[in-house]
């Protein structure tokens, strides 16, 4: 069941996008004065498109899909629009709530086993939303599992169905939570660092099966991520973040390639290579958190090509070439920028 | 907030705004009634065992705010003396105990496998005995008085400590840096006493406090019963039996004014030892 | 002022200003002879099997390698596949079941180790952890903590204690600021620092390195892993490096061994092996790796 959309102008569905954040701001109020963690973070998600949010410690992209969530606690005060689907997701009432989140998104977590009940069975944690909300009967909630799982590629799916959690190894739990995702047939996948606590080849299947799923389904899918290479690889559009702003957005191949901030830049050069052995580029200091920065540009501490005017105004996310930058001297670095990513 | 998230709150900046106003104002129900404790002889309106027959027993006036009690003493002055043998009492059995019982937590914690589950064993048997028994008995034995139900209190006492202690002992001993101290060459006792220890003193801090409670009531209780502090110590579960014979005749003031110190020393330090407990579990 | 800023303290050490990628000559990456007489670290045929009767579970396999003086050695496998049990019977932290571990040409033995020999061991083998938070006493400052090894092992006066640690901070790229610092007000890449110079200040002859680098930011690793470098070509230490990370493990070490379920598969000299591998396992692990042109597959199964 999802939130039916009045306000959908009929024949435009299709330039609608699905998900819309406008000028996101987080903060928490529980010190003084309150703590910025996100600021002024726009970016839209339509059907069929995959975007990657980038960025390290401090970045608020975690933060920035819980609130697209309304799963933020409650001393986080929640700022500017979030909108699925037209509709404003901080103005939906207690049940429209539960069925946006039951019926219109999805969320995979970055650790599975501290989402799944180890005390219930695969199959209960699978066929547990769609019949809570009584979107399926349980006959036919089940015969619906043990056919996603199969599409996971899990063999022999209706005896791990009766299996726990702790049974199956972590790659195979996180396969089973997306097919939980997919169960409520969502429209929007939120996926917080999937991946991450994975092997590197198990990772590789998980996103082959991933993608598989988010193509065949043609869904929307908001991808957190702190690997630029994973990003670049299974997303369409790349949104770089750094201490709670967005600095870069743009086409994945085209920020991947040709990266317009210098901060894109340098987290793409300091990818240790397999292939070549040399001094690692490094940024001086570390990554920093929203209510860190000062005015002015918050990566200014930390560039390499920072002057005045970056360490006193903050420069607005404008269009360059393609992409959208939050740079002050973003056509002037280009040169320079896109060699030391290629390097 | 996932792992990699955490990163980002080591840095200090800006005051927390919440403050705990449970946390402060039971704080400071504990220190009033501790420095009464302190010095409460030297506050007391009147001298606590000046008998005053002609005057016994007589309600809350300008002279005795609280009353009298049978022997004419002013009883807010007693509650006063009493809450020094109170808190003397209450503060031995905990100090006693809190030490026994994180010696051992560590100790099992530290050594592990057949130590560890022999100690448990040890405590489980001592959980099952009743506090309040074996006061009786220890009175019974060794003579009523101040020093047999304390001692045998914080024998009762200890496996309450050992027990949080020592879940908490468990789980820094499995930290890695516990790992690197002992591949550094540092000697377990070291360990122990200036790692584990250090780290492990916050829980058992808080639980000290609501043990103090829990000490204070079995300590009344069992001079209530007439078999440790005697009269005319002034005491405040001596003071709750001893009144129980005005209460019939009218003069409830002796027991009721006992009675609520207890309760309300006993409800502060356990709200008090609650929040520390809450703010260590978030402190982590 | 916080100690912590942002923007970083300039980093004091020899090779910190070549950040730009310079491609540096190559090391030693000739392979180094199993029975070089200069092998600081020699294993045998370790095995370890975890578990009661009936229940068991081998960890480590017949595992054998060794490691040069001053070089590096890589231990590259995914989760099960031996290499942090490995790592922690070379530090004496577990028992083989079987084999042999000889460090400078004496077995290492973990069962009943007296007081003096467990010294003698520190001064040996060190090592730093993965989790940057769990690897330091929350309670205590880094300056005292260093002191209290220091103390351990050495007889320094005070004012040489206390010169000793700043020599050892600024050998990690931090400053006398962060001695009176509690571990919570340091970052995660600071922490690991920290680590680090703890590692340095028993002057061991090997540093393992056990996911040393995994929890990090990516801009930090590389600052950690830069480091690395440098230490190890300022003081001669060996260095053995568990990791799964493919790039890591290029950059910072000269030979390795990849284990597969506790079985080593390949091994050799990192360059040789990464670039072309011999053994199929090796070769899917390259292949996971994201990197320009890659996309994500399905194992053929």
Not at chain 3, 262 to 283: C, I, K, N
Request: proline residues 5%.
């Amino acid at each position: 069941m999802t939130v039916p959309n009045p306000n959908a102008a009929t024949g435009l569905d299709g330039d609608q996008p699905l998900l819309e954040i406008r000028r996101l701001g987080i903060e928490l109020t529980d010190y003084l004065p309150p703590r910025v963690l996100v600021q002024d973070v726009s970016l839209t998600v339509r059907a069929g498109e995959s975007v990657g949010l980038v960025g390290e410690s401090g970045s608020g992209k975690s933060m920035t899909i819980k609130a697209a969530m309304r799963l933020l606690p409650d001393n986080a005060n929640v700022s500017g629009d979030i909108n699925f689907d037209g509709r404003s997701v901080d103005k939906l009432s207690r049940s429209e709530l539960a069925a946006y989140r039951s019926g219109d998104v999805a969320m995979i977590h970055q650790d599975p086993r501290s989402h799944t009940n180890p005390m219930r069975t695969v199959g209960e944690f699978l066929i547990e939303g769609v019949v809570a909300t009584r979107q399926m009967k349980k006959s036919d909630a089940n015969d619906k599992a043990v056919a996603l799982l199969a599409e996971m590629g899990i063999g022999d799916a209706g005896r791990r169905m009766k299996q726990y959690p702790h049974q199956l190894s972590g790659g195979l739990l996180q396969r089973v939570m997306i097919a939980a995702s997919l169960m409520n047939e969502p429209r929007l996948i939120f996926a917080d660092e999937p991946t991450t606590a994975l092997d590197v080849t198990v990772q590789s299947e998980v996103m082959a099966i991933l993608m598989e799923q988010i193509q065949d389904r043609d869904l929307g899918m908001l991808f957190v991520t702190h690997d630029l290479d994973l990003a670049a690889a299974v997303t369409d559009t790349l949104v770089v973040m750094y201490a709670g702003t967005v600095v870069e957005r743009g086409r994945a191949e085209d920020v991947y390639i040709h990266p317009r901030h210098p901060y894109t830049a340098a987290l793409l050069a300091s990818r240790p290579s397999t292939t070549q052995v040399r001094r690692l580029v490094s940024i001086p200091g570390r990554p920093a958190t929203a209510y860190e920065v000062g005015d002015g540009c918050a990566f200014a501490a930390r560039c390499p090509f920072a002057t005045e005017q970056c360490r006193s105004t903050r420069p607005p996310l404008r269009p360059v070439d393609d992409s959208q930058v939050a740079c002050h001297r973003s056509e002037e670095l280009a040169a320079v920028l896109k060699e030391a990513a290629s390097a | 907030m996932s792992a990699i998230a955490l990163d980002n709150t080591t840095t200090p900046a800006g005051a927390r705004r919440s403050k705990d106003k449970l946390l402060v104002v039971s704080g400071a129900v504990c220190l009033l009634v501790a420095l009464v404790a302190v010095f409460g002889t030297v506050l007391a309106p009147h001298p606590p065992d000046q008998t005053d027959v002609l005057n016994a027993s007589l309600g809350p006036s300008a002279d005795h705010w609280f009353g009298t009690d049978g022997l004419g003493r002013d009883i807010i002055s007693r509650a006063m003396a009493g809450a020094r043998v109170s808190f003397a009492g209450a503060g031995f059995i905990v100090l006693g105990s809190a030490f026994l019982g994180t010696t051992l937590a560590i100790f099992a914690a530290w050594n592990g496998g057949w130590v560890d589950r022999n100690i448990n064993r040890v405590l489980n048997v001592m959980f099952a005995v009743p506090g309040i028994l074996v006061a009786v008995l220890a009175s019974a034995i060794f003579g009523a008085g101040f020093w047999a139900p304390v001692i045998a209190l914080t024998i009762v006492y200890v496996p309450f400590y050992a027990r949080v202690v020592r879940s908490s002992a468990v789980r820094e001993c499995k930290m890695p840096y516990i790992e690197g101290l002992e591949l550094a060459g540092v000697s377990s006792w070291r360990i122990c006493t200036r790692h584990v220890l250090r780290n492990v003193s916050p829980i058992a801090l808080a639980q000290a406090t609501i043990a103090f409670g829990s000490a204070l009531v079995d300590f009344a209780a069992v001079s209530f019963l007439g078999l440790g502090v005697q009269p005319p110590q002034a005491e405040w579960g001596l003071m709750v039996a001893d009144g129980r014979s005005e209460i019939l005749s009218g003069a409830p003031q002796q027991s009721l004014v006992a009675g609520a110190c207890i309760v309300v020393t006993v409800v502060a330090f356990n709200v008090l030892g609650d929040r520390l407990s809450s703010r260590i579990g978030a402190d982590r | 002022m916080t100690t912590n800023e942002v923007g970083g303290a300039a980093d004091s050490r020899p090779n910190a200003g070549i950040t730009d990628g310079t491609i540096l000559p190559s090391r030693r990456g000739a392979e180094v002879p199993a029975d070089t007489p200069s092998a600081i670290l020699a294993v045998e045929n370790l095995t370890k099997i975890f578990g009661r009767r009936g229940q068991e579970h081998a960890a480590v396999k017949d595992v054998s390698f060794t490691l040069g003086e001053g070089d590096s050695l890589a231990i590259v496998g995914e989760s099960g596949s031996g290499k942090t049990t490995t790592a922690r019977i070379v530090a004496g932290l577990e028992t083989a079941t079987a084999g042999s571990v000889m460090i400078d040409g004496r077995p290492v033995t973990r069962a009943s180790r007296g007081r003096r020999q467990r010294r003698a061991d520190a001064r040996m083998v060190q090592m730093v952890f993965q989790d940057p938070f769990g690897s330091l006493d929350p309670r205590q400052k880094i300056g005292q903590g260093l002191r209290e090894l220091l103390a351990i092992h050495y007889s320094l006066s005070s004012s040489a204690a206390s010169q000793r640690v700043s020599d050892l901070l600024r050998q990690v790229g931090l400053d006398d600021r962060h001695a009176g610092q509690l571990p919570r007000t340091l970052s995660g890449g600071q922490r690991q620092r920290v680590a680090v110079a703890r590692a340095l200040a028993l002057e061991p002859k090997i540093l393992i390195l056990d996911e040393a680098v995994s929890a990090l930011d990516v801009s930090v690793q590389a600052q950690v892993l830069n480091l690395l470098v440098d230490i190890r070509q300022e003081t001669g230490i060996s260095y053995l490096f568990v990791s799964h990370d493919l790039g890591v493990v290029r950059q910072v070490t000269d030979n390795c061994i990849v284990l597969n379920q506790g079985e080593l598969v390949e091994s050799g000299p990192t360059a040789l092996v990464l670039d072309s591998p011999r053994h199929e396992y090796t070769q899917s692990l390259l292949d996971a790796v994201p990197k320009p042109g890659w996309k994500p597959r399905r194992r053929t199964s």
